[in-house]
């Protein structure tokens, strides 16, 4: 497949971005709960029910609180991959860089990108479809679409405290060892429309970029 010429900068953005995929998905371990291969994965539905309880912790004001609920319960749509990709670009990436944490019609995901660039130079992070990849905005399904901000900030290279959100993690730890000790015998997955969303691109596929060689 023919390559996509990208800046020194856009290749950072989309390297980094991959690897916060790649972790995004090891934290939530049964996956989504609107993805057809998660419920494949989990027929008692454990990956709906889990999902289940980190929307009960979801706030679309607070990014960490919402990163940090989905992966206590090792789950979640779309919205919670958004808030752990937002949270994670901004302990990976210097302030050089701003990132987004943003809805379109029925998505959630996040965006990143420095000032005077346009948004479809900007890259999105999305870790929900199952062969996801960083890609360009441009690039991505959602381009063209109307973007609502719930959160916006500049980066800031270094991880959070995580000592300040202890009592926050330990009640949905409590919630979600009480699902685990009842076996899934009394929880019964929510229902609701499955995807089977394999990529981030507008076409489909899988993008390949890459950074010209200065031969000057």
Same mark, same amino acid.
């Given at each position: 497949?023919?390559?996509?010429?990208? &800046?020194?900068?856009?290749?950072?953005?989309? =390297?980094?971005?991959?690897?916060?995929?790649? &972790?995004?998905?090891?934290?939530?371990?049964?996956?989504?709960? =609107?993805?057809?291969?998660?419920?494949? $994965?989990?027929?008692?539905?454990?990956?709906?029910?889990? &999902?289940?309880?980190?929307?009960?912790?979801?706030?679309?004001?607070?990014?960490?609180?919402?990163?940090?609920?989905?992966?206590?319960?090792?789950?979640?749509?779309?919205?919670?991959?958004?808030?752990?990709?937002?949270?994670?670009?901004?302990?990976?990436?210097?302030?050089?860089?701003?990132?987004?944490?943003?809805?379109?019609?029925?998505?959630?995901?996040?965006?990143?990108?420095?000032?005077?660039?346009?948004?479809?130079?900007?890259?999105?992070?999305?870790?929900?479809?199952?062969?996801?990849?960083?890609?360009?905005?441009?690039?991505?399904? $959602?381009?063209?679409?109307?973007?609502?901000?719930?959160?916006?900030?500049?980066?800031?290279?270094?991880?959070?405290?995580?000592?300040?959100?202890?009592?926050?993690?330990?009640?949905?730890?409590?919630?979600?060892?009480?699902?685990?000790?009842?076996?899934? &015998?009394? =929880?019964?997955?929510?229902?609701?429309?499955?995807?089977?969303?394999?990529?981030?691109?507008? =076409?489909?596929? +899988?993008?390949? +970029?890459?950074?010209?060689?200065?031969?000057?």
């Amino acid at each position: 497949m023919p390559g996509k010429a990208v &800046t020194d900068d856009q290749m950072t953005l989309l =390297n980094t971005g991959d690897d916060i995929i790649a &972790t995004a998905k090891q934290l939530l371990p049964f996956g989504s709960g =609107n993805q057809q291969a998660a419920d494949q $994965m989990f027929p008692l539905g454990e990956n709906r029910v889990l &999902t289940g309880l980190a929307y009960s912790f979801y706030n679309h004001a607070k990014p960490r609180h919402t990163a940090l609920a989905a992966v206590t319960a090792g789950a979640g749509n779309c919205d919670h991959f958004g808030a752990i990709a937002y949270v994670m670009c901004r302990e990976r990436l210097p302030a050089q860089f701003r990132v987004a944490w943003v809805t379109g019609p029925g998505h959630s995901f996040a965006i990143v990108g420095k000032s005077g660039w346009n948004i479809g130079q900007c890259v999105a992070v999305d870790p929900w479809p199952i062969q996801a990849q960083a890609v360009l905005f441009e690039d991505h399904f $959602m381009s063209g679409s109307t973007l609502n901000h719930l959160a916006e900030k500049d980066c800031k290279g270094q991880a959070f405290n995580s000592a300040k959100y202890q009592a926050f993690v330990g009640a949905v730890r409590v919630q979600r060892n009480a699902i685990e000790q009842s076996n899934w &015998t009394n =929880n019964v997955p929510p229902s609701g429309h499955t995807y089977d969303h394999q990529y981030c691109t507008a =076409n489909g596929s +899988y993008m390949n +970029y890459y950074v010209p060689m200065d031969v000057s």
